[in-house]
């Protein structure tokens, strides 16, 4: 008789796995508690699924222990993952930053055939279906789900994280863990957006292509470069998310942050000021804002314009223009925290890896027991890496527990 083994989770890591059990002849029984199965893969992306990267490598991985991802990295890598798709009927195309999408760029494309394969190798789902509890004993798991006991040979944890609690995220992976002995590496958002302490309302919606420091307690932590995006509370746009991490796990220690944006990282400061010096040519009895206006965006310029002592651009002597050099590439913000779990794409921290089985994904604390995806203290880089990662160790724990 094939043994049964229970995934909890209907996300990427979960069916992946549920896939590669099932091809190695295990009866699989998926649970989840929404009513959609991959809810969260139908939101990535921007709708499209970001699915890899063309170039995933350990620097991409964030953790306590990074090197916990090179096993399963090496069994399921780039070209891997698009043969493991192809073979789906999912042909994946490249868009910016070496970015994998499928080429229907629909994230519902992967999910429907996902889906299908599961259904196809008799994976069976149990929607709406909330594990409240797992146990053990003598070497069997029970599942206590919406008041029924069910026997289950092996359990795979796949529940995700904090991230997108609308999307159904929630705390009961780490809670089974617990229950086993496990300890957790404390979780904090990343990919999310950073609020800040100074009002930003006049250049709300202004969008700059620039490069953004973070300073903790007064030392640079990390830099990005990329989408600015001002907002009512902060800040957003591709180069937030990807310092993003760095942020919100010193907001956990409490550290002073403040960030310093070059809103013009294409002109270095001494070609800014000259190209300035003969901007001023044109003055002609300007505002500093009027003057700054076609050169940056409007709202930006009589941002700008109110850190100056002076208004007109004809009164702009040397000093002045230094000043105003060093607000354009240096535009200091003081962060007062993030959008927390409701907005972040990937919770980082959670199960401690050092007592899970690189190799296999199961626990070294209860025979049996596997954890794979976001739940674990493994999150990575905006770009399809986090995507990667849920595949690639769905796929690590899908071999053991459909042996």
């Known amino acids: 008789m094939s043994s049964i083994v229970a995934i909890i989770g209907a996300g990427a890591s979960g069916l992946v796995a549920a896939i590669t059990a099932a091809r190695k002849g295990a009866k699989v029984h998926v649970y989840e508690k929404n009513k959609k199965i991959g809810k969260k893969i139908l939101a990535t992306g921007n709708g499209r699924c970001n699915v890899t990267n063309l170039h995933v490598e350990l620097s991409n991985f964030h953790g306590s222990n990074p090197s916990f991802v090179n096993p399963s990295l090496s069994r399921f890598s780039t070209s891997t993952c698009r043969a493991f798709f192809s073979e789906l009927g999912i042909e994946l195309v490249e868009g910016q930053r070496g970015r994998l999408y499928p080429r229907s760029l629909q994230s519902s494309s992967i999910v429907e055939l996902l889906v299908y394969e599961c259904k196809r190798l008799h994976v069976e789902f149990f929607l709406e279906q909330e594990v409240e509890k797992i146990t053990n004993a003598n070497g069997k798991f029970s599942l206590h789900v919406e008041g029924k006991t069910l026997h289950v040979n092996k359990v795979l944890v796949a529940t995700g994280g904090l991230a997108m609690p609308t999307l159904g995220a929630s705390d009961s992976g780490y809670m089974f863990a617990k229950s086993f002995g496990h300890s957790m590496v404390p979780t904090h958002p990343?990919?999310?957006?950073?609020?800040?302490?100074?009002?930003?309302?006049?250049?709300?919606?202004?969008?700059?292509?620039?490069?953004?420091?973070?300073?903790?307690?007064?030392?640079?932590?990390?830099?990005a470069s990329g989408d600015i995006l001002f907002t009512n509370y902060g800040i957003s746009g591709s180069a937030i998310l990807e310092i993003?991490?760095?942020?919100?796990?010193?907001?956990?220690?409490k550290r002073a942050l403040h960030v310093k944006i070059d809103l013009l990282p294409e002109y270095s400061k001494e070609q800014l000021k000259n190209l300035l010096k003969k901007r001023l040519t044109h003055s002609n009895g300007?505002?500093?804002?009027?003057?700054?206006d076609g050169f940056i965006n409007s709202k930006l310029a009589n941002f700008i314009e109110k850190s100056l002592h002076v208004k007109?651009?004809?009164?702009?002597?040397?000093?002045e223009l230094t000043k105003l050099v060093y607000a354009l590439k240096n535009m200091?913000?003081?962060?007062?925290?993030?959008?927390?779990?409701?907005?972040?794409?990937v919770t980082a921290g959670g199960v401690n890896t050092n007592y899970i089985n690189s190799q296999t994904m199961e626990s070294k604390l209860q025979s049996g027991l596997y954890f794979s995806g976001e739940v674990v203290d493994i999150d990575a880089d905006c770009g399809g890496y986090n995507l990667h990662w849920a595949w690639a160790s769905g796929m690590s724990a899908g071999h053991n527990i459909g042996q």
């Open 190 to 223: 990343s990919l999310v957006q950073i609020e800040c302490k100074e009002d930003l309302k006049p250049i709300s919606g202004v969008k700059v292509e620039g490069s953004i420091e973070v300073y903790e307690d007064g030392q640079i932590k990390t830099s």
């Open 244 to 253: 993003s991490r760095v942020v919100s796990h010193a907001l956990l220690y």
């Open 286 to 292: 300007k505002s500093v804002a009027l003057w700054l």
């Open 312 to 319: 007109s651009a004809d009164a702009l002597n040397n000093k």
């Open 332 to 345: 200091t913000l003081h962060v007062s925290d993030t959008k927390g779990f409701k907005t972040a794409e």
